[in-house]
């Protein structure tokens, strides 16, 4: 399918998984590659399915639904609604990933149910993370991930895209996250509302911090968040890239900028919008109830050893609980063999079950009023935690650890006492 105009990453996909060549602004209907449920939403999924459409997915394989929002059940209500979600799976074919096996989007990154080229749709606003590895992926409800079920396809105008080039190379102590936020800031948090962004990295940042990079994009207001396959990056990972894929040269974009890494320092998003953004050295001292290292921005293995680099031989402030989630269980495990886990629970972290925690405010280390909680996660918003008049910084692992030693915000040459030149400066 050869485009008459160049195309972006975006008018791409949607052109070969639909039946036209599209360009920003058109209509486009599309097939569906993944569907995916998360357990928060899956009662009202189900009764779209069933009361609203009267249907059974389309291609059962082709739909997952993942039980990790509030996972153990928090309550009885909670425990029906995963009962719900099992007997649905059964009957009608559908994947279940159950209780421990992890976070959605690091699942399906797993289990390898998002590839270059596909289109996934999740009913979590953070599905933009399949871009990590150049899949469209957004975040719907209930409703259109009900259609996208039943007839294996859906519709939507396809996005204006957004240019972000990366130059230079990271310094010692910054990270994918640091980067993340730096874009948010620099786009602002609808800077990207309904577009897609589009990130060339070249051979830079791991599969998992392509997922990092693309899991923010949403809290730039975007569509999708879609990192152009450079170098050996995703072919290392067995994923096969189709030459299509790539975006044209001349492809027209809304807006253009550049992130010049070299001349990064670690960054840390205050309370409470994540565009909200500060060198970490700006916010040094603040005191700090809760350290927060998970979620599916920040959960994986990568980012445990970040944080038990600065752990390694040291204690949690006594002032301070540090709450580590793993992002799944494949990444517990690897944790476990790798002594990492041995490592933090020494320092005195305490441990959840692979899933959300209390990202979404509803267990498993929810805030009280007028704590302060550092976290790795995605949001900051009021009330996202816990109670309305808790704050919430967001950050990398490495500054998460560094805080939960200091009991205040920290950088880790604080910790580790290396004095990486210009890192904090």
Request: aromatic share 4%; hydrophobic share 40%; glycine share 10%.
């Amino acid at each position: 399918m050869t485009a008459p105009q160049p195309q972006t990453m975006a008018e791409k996909i949607l052109s070969h998984r639909g039946d036209q060549i599209v360009y920003a602004g058109d209509l486009a209907v599309v097939e569906v590659d993944q569907v995916m449920v998360v357990d928060s939403i899956a009662q009202s999924f189900i009764e779209r399915m069933e009361r609203d459409l009267g249907a059974k997915p389309k291609y059962p394989g082709r739909v997952s639904i993942v039980i990790d929002h509030v996972a153990p059940a928090s309550s009885v209500s909670v425990a029906q609604s995963h009962k719900e979600a099992r007997e649905y799976a059964a009957q009608t074919g559908v994947r279940l990933f159950e209780v421990g096996r992890g976070i959605c989007h690091q699942v399906l990154m797993e289990e390898r149910l998002a590839q270059p080229g596909w289109i996934v749709l999740g009913s979590d606003s953070h599905s933009t993370t399949y871009g990590a590895v150049a899949a469209f992926g957004s975040g719907m409800g209930a409703t259109d991930i009900a259609l996208a079920a039943a007839s294996g396809k859906i519709w939507l105008r396809v996005p204006e895209s957004v240019k972000v080039m990366f130059t230079g190379d990271l310094r010692p102590g910054v990270g994918a996250k640091d980067v993340a936020l730096e874009m948010i800031r620099v786009l602002g948090a609808d800077g990207a509302t309904y577009q897609s962004i589009e990130m060339h990295a070249g051979n830079r940042f791991t599969r998992g911090e392509r997922m990092t990079l693309a899991n923010l994009c949403v809290e730039a207001g975007a569509k999708s968040g879609l990192v152009v396959p450079g170098g050996e990056i995703l072919t290392d990972y067995g994923y096969d890239i189709p030459d299509w894929v790539y975006p044209d040269e001349g492809a027209a974009y809304v807006r253009e900028i550049e992130i010049d890494l070299t001349a990064l320092n670690p960054r840390m998003s205050a309370p409470s919008e994540v565009d909200n953004v500060h060198d970490v050295s700006e916010l040094r001292g603040l005191k700090v109830d809760q350290v927060f290292i998970g979620t599916c921005t920040n959960g994986r293995i990568e980012d445990l050893h970040a944080a038990a680099e600065v752990l390694r031989g040291r204690k949690v402030n006594p002032a301070t609980r540090l709450l580590v989630i793993p992002a799944s269980s494949q990444v517990m495990e690897q944790a476990l063999e790798d002594g990492t886990m041995l490592t933090l629970q020494r320092a005195g972290a305490v441990f959840g079950t692979p899933g959300c925690g209390p990202c979404m405010g509803r267990h498993q280390g929810v805030l009280a009023p007028g704590e302060v909680c550092v976290s790795t996660s995605n949001r900051n918003f009021i009330g996202r935690m816990g109670d309305k008049e808790a704050q919430i910084y967001l950050a990398s692992p490495s500054v998460a650890a560094a805080t939960a030693v200091m009991g205040c915000v920290a950088l880790p040459e604080d910790v580790l006492g290396t004095g990486v030149p210009g890192v904090g400066a």
